[in-house]
């Protein structure tokens, strides 16, 4: 079986960021396998039009676009194509260029037109023929369309995919309102109504709340029942007296409540001004949740669908089944197509039935865990619901660098904990706490707003319990009664809880179960695909990188930028990927005096050529000589004054800032997971110690004494090759595609 030679890319209905870097990849990688592609302006109704809006693309029309929010091909709603004319003069449009594969990006609204055009293909070839409109052999040739369906939509609803290309994005745009909203609402003690969109799925509404710490959610799958006023009323009203300033209300555009009735952010204010008195404001984010620059998460997502789309494409028979092409945790996957858009539709069916734990349980069990621990969080005070089982008093402490996030956990380690009934101690500055014995007692409003909090606010720290120090931490741990002890952070967390489960600190009396959760930048630490910070500083660095691409738009120039990650070129090689590197120096490849004569001569080809700019990205420990002072020097020494070079260590910024959406979730998710089943096991008396982490999508565990033996002798890095590893191809292949031009 042979795909097709010729393909043509498109986006269609709503516009979302991200699609522009699944354009470039599908455009690339079919560039790459010597296919020609077309790209089709203004979505379906390019397809009618035809002409101009359907050109051949060559790599350089593609460049420049990753960065870019919405859809740099256009989109359009096109009635011409929901009749069969328009359709027929689609299809003519197409095979008169010799097209037979087409990849659509957009909603299950364009999905389902472009597959209705594949299964009309044949008939509409034969119409055209008739009408002598065709000749007879470019209709035999061409007489299947191949069809592939990649999601650009913001509501993250469709089935076939964990995430859709632009919903991170969304949630950065709607985080970033509510944040600012939140400090606003602080200063003159307001409430805030806030609609997010989101008409037949509440992901933002509910990721959205989870990572901003909002205190009420209003969501359509779950639609609230009779006497939800007096509950949203309670909580807020509780708030207030206890000292909180600020309240949020999060509304998904289109809830109704259990009869049906709309709910607008408009009935919240009322209902809030009039049995409240509060004074109210209503702010709808409409399409602020759509603009913008892609995050690095969608520009990932993009890249991987995209390529993942033409592969596919090529490699299959044009009559096959068509596919959507999604993702499940990290790994790419494909499912018939108008299966996916079926079963998401008859979810919005279900919802509309006001079948509830259906509709819940058809969102998937992140969705259903995260309404469940959001529940937990937003009451003023544990609700009185001790578990029953004897109080434990649990210890918390980070260690090592800060990473953006471990607020978060902390907030929902505290709060999930003091639901069941329990009491935790935070240790201050890390191990040192725990040593000098310099703890808080945490309650349950000392972390009302961590969520959106930089840095570490228990403080953390480099030093790492020494056998002198285990008699003074078993002292602490016994003054305090501690039961057991949750390590956040990163590298020197684990490294430390390791001694702390050691035969020398048995010995010294440390008998606690310890449980550690992944939080560094780096992304260093096994047992977990990503750890809690590392999004944020990704984030970080690509939008440092973007101006640093823009500062050199008059000028031939390329830039060597450093970002962090110790042994770890995680940061690395994802930024690269996501800002479009030519060349991205890893620690666990290294960097040999060959590679960087062969980068160095590829670098002089495209300038040459007229390429404008260049873009290298090292990682810090990629070699201890040729460290980016020494790469800088040597290219524009090399290079012929055809370019100068730059270098740029972007250094501490990368730690900063507020989490990211995907960092705060990620963070109390494993957070809440990680501390349930520590009292869990407490209860049935298993005092084993672990490592928590996120694989392929799901929390896994791993005994921390493994810990020794997951990891590379001689590096902070897991001895296993991490999945990110994999894309490195596809990272060479997206900066290889295109000798002559940008990024
Ligand atoms: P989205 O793709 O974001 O769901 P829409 O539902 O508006 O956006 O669909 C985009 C376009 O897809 C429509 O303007 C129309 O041209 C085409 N389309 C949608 N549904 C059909 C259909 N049942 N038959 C033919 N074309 C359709």
């Not at 269609?12 to 599908?26: I, L």
């Not at 959507?324 to 279900?350: K, Q």
């Not at 990680?674 to 009292?679: H, Q, T």
Request: charged content about 25%; glycine content about 12%.
């Amino acid at each position: 079986m042979t795909g097709t030679r010729k393909l043509a890319v498109l986006t269609s209905g709503g516009d979302s960021a991200g699609m522009n870097a699944a354009v470039r990849a599908a455009v690339r990688a079919a560039l790459a396998a010597g296919a020609e592609v077309f790209g089709v302006r203004e979505g379906l109704q390019g397809l009618v039009d035809g002409g101009e809006l359907i050109q051949s693309l060559t790599s350089a029309d593609v460049s420049g676009i990753l960065q870019l929010g919405g859809t740099d091909l256009g989109t359009a709603r096109s009635d011409d194509f929901r009749t069969r004319d328009g359709r027929r003069r689609a299809a003519h449009n197409l095979v008169e260029r010799g097209v037979d594969g087409l990849v659509v990006i957009g909603g299950d609204g364009s999905l389902t037109g472009a597959d209705l055009f594949r299964r009309e293909w044949p008939a509409l070839l034969d119409e055209l023929v008739a009408a002598g409109e065709l000749a007879p052999e470019a209709a035999a040739d061409h007489h299947e369309l191949g069809l592939v369906g990649l999601v650009g939509s913001i509501d993250n609803d469709m089935v076939g995919t964990d995430m859709t290309i632009g919903a991170d994005t969304a949630l950065h745009r709607i985080i970033e309102a509510v944040d600012a909203i939140q400090s606003t609402a602080s200063s003159h003690q307001r409430t805030f109504v806030i609609e997010v969109m989101g008409r037949r799925c509440g992901y933002l509404a509910l990721m959205g709340s989870l990572a901003a710490g909002a205190n009420f959610v209003l969501i359509p799958e779950n639609p609230p029942a009779d006497g939800w006023e007096d509950t949203m009323c309670d909580v807020l009203s509780g708030g207030r007296k206890i000292g909180r300033r600020a309240s949020v209300v999060l509304v998904a555009e289109g809830v109704v409540d259990r009869h049906g009735n709309p709910i607008t952010a408009h009935d919240v204010r009322t209902v809030l001004e009039e049995r409240l008195g509060e004074d109210t404001r209503v702010t709808t984010l409409g399409h602020v949740q759509r603009g913008g620059s892609p995050t690095a998460f969608d520009r990932y997502l993009g890249t991987v669908l995209g390529h993942a789309a033409t592969t596919h494409l090529l490699a299959t028979d044009p009559g096959a089944e068509p596919q959507l092409v999604g993702i499940r945790g990290h790994r790419v996957v494909t499912s018939p197509l108008m299966e996916c858009v079926e079963a998401t539709r008859s979810i919005a069916d279900v919802i509309s039935s006001n079948d509830i734990d259906r509709a819940m349980a058809l969102r998937g069990s992140s969705f259903t865990s995260s309404f469940e621990l959001l529940r937990t969080l937003v009451p003023v005070r544990p609700r009185e619901e001790p578990d029953g089982t004897p109080p434990r008093r649990l210890g918390v402490l980070h260690a090592g660098a800060p990473a953006p996030g471990m607020n978060a956990a902390v907030r929902v380690i505290v709060r999930v904990a003091m639901a069941r009934g329990h009491r935790i101690v935070g240790l201050v500055d890390g191990f040192r706490g725990l040593i000098d014995d310099d703890t808080t007692e945490l309650g349950w409003m000392s972390v009302s707003g961590w969520s959106a909090r930089p840095g570490a606010e228990l403080g953390t720290s480099r030093r790492l319990p020494e056998p002198d120090d285990f008699d003074r931490i078993a002292d602490t741990i016994a003054r305090h009664r501690l039961d057991g002890l949750v390590v956040v952070g990163g590298w020197t967390a684990y490294q430390g809880a390791n001694r702390l489960i050691g035969d020398a600190a048995r010995a010294a009396g440390i008998d606690v179960p310890i449980v550690c959760l992944p939080a560094t930048i780096n992304n260093d630490v096994p047992g977990t695909d990503l750890s809690i910070g590392s999004d944020t500083a990704l984030n970080n660095i690509i939008v440092d990188v973007d101006k640093i691409k823009e500062s050199a738009v008059a000028s031939q120039r390329c830039f060597v930028v450093e970002v962090m990650g110790r042994d770890s070129g995680y940061l690395a090689l994802m930024s690269g990927l996501a800002t479009g590197a030519e060349r991205v120096y890893l620690p666990e490849d290294g960097i040999s005096l060959d590679r960087l004569q062969a980068d160095l001569a590829t670098l002089r080809a495209g300038f040459e050529l007229g390429k404008r700019r260049g873009l290298v990205v090292r990682s810090e420990h990629a070699d201890p000589l040729y460290t980016t002072e020494f790469i800088s020097a040597l290219f524009e020494h090399e290079s012929g004054g055809d370019f100068d070079v730059r270098g740029a260590i972007l250094g501490h910024v990368q730690q900063g800032g507020s989490p990211s959406p995907f960092d705060r979730i990620q963070a109390s998710r494993l957070a809440a997971d990680a501390i349930g089943r520590l009292l869990d096991a407490l209860d049935r008396g298993d005092r084993s110690s672990h490592m928590f982490g996120h694989v392929d999508g799901s929390i896994v565990t791993t005994p921390l004494e493994r810990f020794p033996e997951l990891v590379e002798a001689g590096a902070h890095r897991p001895s296993a090759t991490p999945w990110w590893m994999d894309l490195r191809p596809l990272a060479e292949q997206m900066a290889t595609a295109r000798p002559s031009e940008g990024c």
